[in-house]
């Protein structure tokens, strides 16, 4: 947490805390053959994001095939043609150790 210095002079320095902003999740709704809706919201975490979701669609809830949910890291809305661009974030799967020490033997590394 950043602490910030209130910039006046003549006052006595109050700390400000700053904590950090809650990350973007979208929600996917599927309907089987029908379009899906995908909602964006901010949330600390992923299950956060399907309650509030479900919390403001309850609809959907109850009507969709699946939910999904992926954090993303940047969203533009273009408000004239009603389009969104987002982009998701990648998971990056770890690479169990067992299966790096036998890529190793099988290079002719050090652990052969």
Known sequence: MDILRDGHSNERAEPIE???GPDLY?????FGQHLGVSVILPATCALSAQLKAWELFPEHKRRASSTSVCSIDYCE???ET???VM?????V???PSFLIDEQDKERGGEGA
């Open 18 to 20: 700053v904590s950090p």
């Open 26 to 30: 979208v929600v996917e709704f599927e």
């Open 77 to 79: 809305v273009d408000w």
């Open 82 to 84: 009603d389009r969104c």
């Open 87 to 91: 982009a998701k974030r990648q998971k």
């Open 93 to 95: 799967e770890t690479i």
